[in-house]
């Protein structure tokens, strides 16, 4: 049936996207995604990789990185939660911290005249490795 096929083709394109997210810990842009799907034998267009990406996002498989525009896969699918990013403005490198573990707390009873919906947070800096590079140049 045809529309089994489609949704075959659109669960194997979400599977490659999400696996392709996976490899790496470096955000990945949807141009870059679109180009990986070409090379992986996927007729692709800018709004299906679009939309590709905000399922994964829906389904807590993927998160997006504003800062670069771009998509990293998740570190704790399926929970809830208020991620916080470090990334690195040497390798480009991103890591993923629940909000329990980044110790940055947001008050969310004392907002009392908005109400957050969600709230994700990039921290620039330097990462362990490219540090270490740095003071060995030194």
């Not at 800018?46 to 800062?67: D, T």
């Not at 969600?118 to 330097?126: K, L, M």
């Given at each position: 049936d045809h529309r089994d096929l489609h949704l075959s083709l659109r669960r194997q394109r979400q599977m490659c996207i999400r696996d392709r997210l996976l490899k790496d810990h470096?955000?990945?842009?949807?141009?870059?995604?679109?180009?990986?799907?070409?090379?992986?034998?996927?007729?692709?267009?800018?709004?299906?990789?679009?939309?590709?990406?905000?399922?994964?996002?829906?389904?807590?498989?993927?998160?997006k990185i504003e800062r670069f525009n771009a998509f990293i896969a998740c570190s704790h699918p399926g929970r809830d939660h208020s991620p916080t990013f470090m990334i690195c403005r040497k390798c480009d490198k991103v890591a993923e911290m629940c909000?329990?573990?980044?110790?940055?707390?947001?008050?969310?009873k004392s907002l009392s005249e908005f109400q957050i919906e969600e709230s994700i947070i990039e921290i620039i800096g330097i990462c362990k490795s490219c540090n270490q590079l740095e003071t060995i140049k030194c």
């Amino acid at each position: 049936d045809h529309r089994d096929l489609h949704l075959s083709l659109r669960r194997q394109r979400q599977m490659c996207i999400r696996d392709r997210l996976l490899k790496d810990h470096r955000p990945i842009g949807a141009y870059q995604i679109l180009d990986m799907l070409s090379k992986e034998g996927f007729s692709s267009t800018p709004p299906i990789a679009y939309r590709v990406l905000n399922f994964l996002i829906q389904q807590g498989f993927a998160h997006k990185i504003e800062r670069f525009n771009a998509f990293i896969a998740c570190s704790h699918p399926g929970r809830d939660h208020s991620p916080t990013f470090m990334i690195c403005r040497k390798c480009d490198k991103v890591a993923e911290m629940c909000e329990k573990d980044s110790s940055l707390k947001i008050n969310k009873k004392s907002l009392s005249e908005f109400q957050i919906e969600e709230s994700i947070i990039e921290i620039i800096g330097i990462c362990k490795s490219c540090n270490q590079l740095e003071t060995i140049k030194c």
